[in-house]
């Protein structure tokens, strides 16, 4: 089901068995000096450090992983099974990686030049790219070698923190991969028992992928490895371009999931939101494409917005439950994040890149996606506001590229969801993003508050319900219908106002003609109802058309639908969708007009309140001057 998958065989990893073998057993390493001595002080693992400084000095230092493992017992001639283990893990990882170097050598014409270099063969160009090629290629290898390590050493106790970042050089492959064994070698020596060992080789990994992360940049020639997909099946290792923990299983997800009967009111917000969560469950992993992005209504994006306590963190716990429900019937993996105040940093760029790795790890094609930023008014701020931290601006900026930048590619295996109290607090470029408009007001009627006290209250009393049938005003189907039937004439009153004129100088809308006029009188009184904003409504038009019932069997067994093929899910799909009619346009419409006005307004509101308390503060202040002037104290 993997795009681009290559396998890795056997006979390929059998041929640097010898090398891989020497790796672990022992080899010379030259090191750059520091001001660490080698003597531990007793009972520690710290060491003194010398008050003359032998940094950037150049020696040579044996390693033998081997040998180091084995002295952990000295009382023991054997190995060990995790002594063992760590050995031909390690092994394994750079027989394996030698491998993946192989490949992508064969993919960039690098074994070519190998040859030509051979005879001295190689001038001009050729030696440039031929160097380039052979650091990238060695950055790929020992980047591949402590990626199977992380997968393959078990998490077994707590990391160590007194680890030394690895010395890479990048000279050949085997060199780099040096840098590894060495600083595993290091990592483990003197371990107190074979659970601190494979933590402390582990966490040497973690530290060695965390560095060659940060070097990424250095090397030229990695496109060719972006996108590239291996497995090894007979260890279970995969490896997905640079993914940031490749391969690593994602633990589950932890959530106080809702159900949509747990939800009273925010009637088309639940009903979009169930939606949603099918509608995500059709992409294909083959054709890496959802086949609601190809016939239309697929939601990408889209904008919460409500008063404090009216249900958007239960909307989320719905979406996220409902998604994690169905991935798990169909054996695919679930990628949740919520990027928060919390991932702002005070460092330069480094908000940026937490938000861009955000955006990356829910767009992984390899896993269906649902992200959430929460309080996005706090999280993204206003290009325009001075007030408004760097970090703050950097991760507006990633998110308007991410979500509609030239480079944005929408495959439909993720959506992501902005809520916030305060809309209008949010740059209106970066809400224009959202395709979709979810007013989430809560319980509104008194059917909705009568449910949900009964919901919320229990069982544990006698008192009696009285003259209610219970949630039937929450049937969805029933409350969504009056809910859009609503949406037929304007709810705010700067739009009521256009609508009205609109139907005295036209009348009820019968053509394209006629609903292009009536965008045209909205954009003369919003100046910020855009092309893109109709654009969002045409996707939302589309949405209605394809609003149609995914029948619950088709997700309560995989083979029934999520596990066909892409062709096969787009004709079961296009059987349902119906034509859209001029009511769903005008409503659609008017509930996304009714978003603008309603932020402009209370941008508007937030506003004139400033300056009310202004003039309140200001008049109070001349009161008291005067008194003051009175009293001779001015």
């Known amino acids: 089901m ?77 190995l060990s099974p995790l002594q063992h283990g760590l050995i031909y893990k390690t092994r394994r990882a750079a027989a394996v990686a030698l491998a993946v170097g192989d490949l992508f050598a064969q993919q960039t014409g690098l074994d070519a030049l190998t040859k030509k270099n051979v005879g001295g063969d190689l001038s001009g160009d050729e030696t440039g790219r031929f160097r380039s090629l052979v650091e990238s290629c060695a950055y790929i290898v020992v980047f591949s070698a402590a990626a199977y ?76 490895f972006e996108q590239t997909h291996l497995r090894l099946e007979s260890d279970g290792f995969e490896l997905n371009g640079f993914d940031v ?11 106080q999931f809702k159900k949509p009967n747990e939800i009273i009111g925010n009637h088309i917000a639940k009903y979009q939101a169930m939606k949603l969560s099918k509608m995500v469950m059709a992409y294909d992993f083959d054709r890496q494409l959802n086949p609601f992005v190809e016939l239309g209504g697929f939601l990408f994006t889209f904008i919460g917005d409500g008063s404090p306590g009216t249900g958007k963190t239960i909307l989320i716990q719905m979406i996220a439950g409902m ?57 993204a701020a206003k290009r325009s506001d001075d007030r408004a931290s760097a970090g703050q601006q950097e991760v507006t900026a990633v998110l308007m590229e991410s979500f509609a930048g030239a480079n944005t590619v929408v495959r439909g295996n993720c959506a992501f969801g902005m809520f916030s109290n305060y809309p209008e607090n949010v740059d209106d470029a970066l809400r224009q993003r959202a395709g979709a408009r979810w007013l989430v007001d809560g319980p509104q009627t008194r059917d909705d508050y009568i449910d949900i006290f009964a919901l919320l209250a229990g069982k544990n009393h006698s008192i009696p319900l009285g003259d209610h049938e219970l949630f039937e005003a929450q049937a969805i189907e029933r409350a969504v219908g009056e809910a859009y039937a609503e949406l037929s004439k304007p709810q705010e009153a700067g739009m009521d106002a256009i609508y009205d004129r609109f139907m005295n100088e036209v009348g009820e809308p019968k053509s394209m003609a006629d609903v292009g006029t009536y965008l045209h009188m909205i954009k003369t009184a919003e100046p910020r109802f855009t092309g893109r904003a109709i654009k969002n409504i045409t996707d939302a038009i589309k949405m209605r058309a394809m609003d149609i019932e995914l029948p619950d069997e088709w997700f309560e067994t995989p083979d029934v639908f999520m596990h066909k093929d892409y062709d096969t899910k787009r004709d079961m799909i296009a059987e349902l ?33 400033g300056i009310i308390r202004r003039e309140r503060q200001r008049e109070k202040a001349v009161v008291e001057m005067e008194a003051m002037k009175k009293d001779g104290r001015w």
């Open 245 to 255: 923990a490749p391969g690593v299983k994602r633990t589950k997800l932890v959530m």
């Open 577 to 609: 969708r119906s034509p859209f009619t001029m009511d769903m346009v005008m409503q659609e419409i008017n509930r996304y007009a009714d978003s603008e006005f309603r932020y402009t307004d209370k941008s508007d509101n937030a506003a004139v309140e």
């Open 323 to 379: 998604i994690n429900d169905y991935c798990e019937v169909a054996g695919y993996g679930f990628t949740y994040e919520n990027f928060g105040v919390d991932q702002i940093s005070s460092y330069q760029g480094k908000s940026g890149q937490n938000c861009k790795q955000f955006v990356s790890n829910v767009l992984n094609t390899k896993t269906i996606g649902f992200g959430t930023v929460d309080d996005i008014d706090q999280v």
């Open 2 to 78: 993997d795009t681009g998958l290559t396998t890795l065989r056997e006979s390929d990893i059998e041929k640097h068995l010898g090398v891989a073998q020497s790796l672990v057993t022992q080899f010379v390493v030259v090191t750059t000096g520091t001001s660490k001595s080698n003597t531990e002080i007793a009972g520690t693992r710290r060491r003194f450090v010398s008050t003359v400084s032998t940094a950037g000095a150049k020696s040579t230092n044996k390693v033998g992983l081997t040998a180091t493992v084995s002295a952990i017992n000295p009382g023991d001639a054997l």
């Open 149 to 224: 390590l992380l997968q393959m050493l078990p998490e077994e106790g707590e990391p160590a923190s007194d680890l030394a970042e690895p010395d890479f050089v990048f000279d050949t492959p085997q060199d780099a991969l040096k840098g590894l064994i060495a600083a595993v070698d290091l990592a483990v020596e003197g371990a107190a028992d074979d659970k601190v060992m494979t933590a402390r080789a582990r966490e040497a990994a973690r530290l060695a992928m965390d560095e060659l992360l940060q070097r990424r940049a250095r090397f030229t020639a990695l496109g060719s």
